[in-house]
């Protein structure tokens, strides 16, 4: 996910948003998790938008992807000077329509936006976990968001929405819980990471354990790995951008300078850039979170973990209708994999459509404003709702 | 909504499950749904289409014909539906029997090229035939499997199947109105639609 979050161009915005924490599974109740491992207490970081229905019936959860956090929209305070990561999908009017439904986002179990992960005090040592934190997956993740929702009295979502890492917890919601999810939309995102996937992620882990200041993930208090997450973040972005995209945002273009300066230095634009985005990156997300969440994708296979090696087994649970998008550029998560889910899904009869949206700008479009997708999303849970009006 | 939608909607038994191929923007799909309580879903391969689709509260899926509809179960479908697409198909005699594997019946309309105007045209200029419903030349035309109402007839008679209602109607490709033809229609009807089902099902 991209660094460059612009305000919503026609100034509409959800407003003022506030973080708020859930603090659960206290000992003895401590959350069992997919490794055996045992957790608590697990506190969850959320922020909500627009206003719960009577009923209970217009919830709506957005789950987010490898650097994102619970702040989807809006902002914290009127200085702000970004909005949430998804404000341009997210808001009155919008796809994800805030004067309609009431959204609800949480930082993933692991994460370092304010839910527990490895930067979280340790309980039993009274320092940070560093990796002394157990190795989580997205069904871990999936348990903590019950967890909140159980807090907030939710029992039923209209929605599960998310792109990329967020979008295999959306499947991971709608097979786990099929009663609780209506719908679920699903957003270049994967059943399971193909080696391609897995190597760039492989590649950012090793970036960050190589970093001298790595010390087996026990860094806090001291000098962190700054460069390692840096580096492995530059890998990353390229593997959300495209060819195309980066032609014709850089091309061979030198960066304040009219001729090669035969050294090292960052020449090209794309080398500058690629610098900027680590370094802006180190500020805010904490290494060892990348190794945990990463690890969390890449171990994400479904048909293993729910359907003795068959998706299609898997998505016989499913009772959700299901929206799938995918981008004609994403070479992460390229359509073929969404497809191969779809195939899946008519195999059980399941309420599926399925949408390649024609888009030059990578596996980073599902978060770019783009009509088609809000449009299609907007619509898309208006006939969900409908239909469960009706069904009423 | 298109003469011949109108005469297949009337065919579609309220409830019941159905996949139009080639659905455009969901024009029957949506109808179905609101008027007979149809489940239904389409395909459609242009994505500008598919938006539309689902923008109609359509269940969509976006891909080529032939290959999507491989995926479904037996008799996932009570009527599988292929409206004025069947002369673009590569190979239509493969896809027709793996609709009547999906579907229990199949609903097939198409242009018919026995019609009389275009009989005359090959007949008086020796041209390629072009009208409102074949707007195409030669070397660029989609529709590359020309077909009349006599050779379906053959077709399904040859394959084992049975035509259980045929109506043969005279009307322009995008046009509101028609009419039925019940004299000569393989030479006065423009379109022939017809529901075929397998031979040992009983319907």
Request: aromatic residues 10%; glycine residues 8%; contains cysteine.
């Amino acid at each position: 996910m991209s660094e460059n979050i612009e305000p919503d161009r026609d100034g509409i915005s959800v407003g003022q948003v506030e973080k708020k924490f859930h603090t659960f599974a206290g000992p003895p109740h401590e959350l069992v998790l997919e490794s055996g491992a045992q957790l608590g207490p697990i506190t969850v970081a959320y922020e909500t938008m627009g206003t719960l229905n009577e009923a209970k019936s217009n919830a709506i959860l957005v789950t987010h992807a490898l650097s994102g956090d619970s702040h989807v929209a809006g902002y914290y305070s009127e200085d702000d000077p970004k909005p949430g990561w998804w404000d341009t999908m997210v808001g009155p009017g919008k796809g994800i329509d805030t004067d309609k439904y009431f959204v609800i986002c949480s930082n993933v179990l692991g994460g370092c936006m304010g839910t527990t992960g490895p930067s979280s005090e340790n309980p039993a040592t009274g320092r940070p976990y560093g990796l002394d934190f157990p190795v989580v997956t997205i069904g871990d993740m999936i348990m903590v968001q019950k967890g909140l929702l159980d807090h907030l009295g939710i029992t039923k979502l209209l929605a599960v929405v998310g792109g990329s890492i967020g979008g295999m917890q959306v499947i991971e919601w709608a097979i786990s819980y099929p009663e609780i999810v209506t719908s679920a939309i699903l957003l270049a995102t994967t059943t399971r990471h193909s080696a391609l996937a897995i190597s760039f992620n492989e590649i950012g882990r090793q970036a960050i354990m190589s970093d001298p200041n790595f010390n087996k993930g026990d860094y806090y208090g001291g000098p962190r790995p700054d460069i390692g997450l840096a580096l492995a973040r530059m890998v990353g972005h390229v593997t959300y951008l495209s060819d195309e995209a980066m032609r014709s945002k850089f091309g061979r273009r030198l960066q304040d300078r009219d001729n090669l300066s035969f050294d090292f230095d960052a020449n090209f634009q794309v080398e500058s850039y690629l610098r900027y985005q680590g370094s802006k990156f180190v500020q805010r997300f904490d290494a060892n979170s990348f190794l945990y969440i990463t690890k969390a994708a890449d171990y994400f296979d479904v048909g293993r973990q729910h359907g003795h090696d068959s998706e299609v087994e898997a998505f016989a649970k499913i009772k959700s209708k299901i929206l799938t998008i995918s981008f004609t550029s994403d070479w992460l998560y390229p359509t073929y994999q969404s497809r191969n889910m779809v195939k899946a899904m008519k195999k059980n009869g399941l309420d599926v459509s399925f949408c390649e949206i024609e888009a030059t700008c990578g596996h980073d479009a599902f978060l770019l404003p783009n009509e088609r997708q809000s449009t299609m999303i907007n619509r898309f849970l208006k006939r969900v709702s409908e239909e469960e009006n009706n069904a009423l | 909504m298109r003469y011949d939608l109108q005469i297949i909607a009337s065919w579609i038994e309220p409830g019941s499950r159905v996949l139009d191929l080639g659905c455009g923007e969901g024009e029957l799909l949506s109808f179905l749904k609101k008027e007979k309580q149809v489940s239904g879903t389409g395909i459609e391969s242009s994505e500008a289409k598919v938006t539309k689709c689902i923008e109609n509260g359509v269940q969509i899926l976006q891909g080529d014909i032939t290959e999507e509809v491989q995926d479904y179960p037996d008799n996932a479908f009570d009527y599988v539906i292929l409206s004025q697409t069947l002369q673009q198909v590569l190979e239509p005699d493969l896809l027709i029997k793996e609709l009547l594997r999906v579907g229990k019946k199949i609903i097939v309309s198409f242009p018919n090229f026995s019609y009389w105007s275009i009989r005359l045209q090959i007949l008086f200029f020796g041209y390629a035939p072009k009208n409102r419903q074949l707007p195409y030349e030669w070397y660029n035309t989609p529709n590359i499997r020309i077909i009349t109402i006599k050779d379906f007839r053959r077709f399904v008679r040859e394959t084992g199947c049975k035509v259980i209602r045929e109506v043969d109607i005279n009307t322009h490709s995008d046009n509101l109105q028609g009419n039925i033809i019940n004299f000569l229609p393989n030479l006065r009807a423009t379109y022939g639609i017809f529901m075929v089902s397998r031979r040992n099902d009983q319907s």
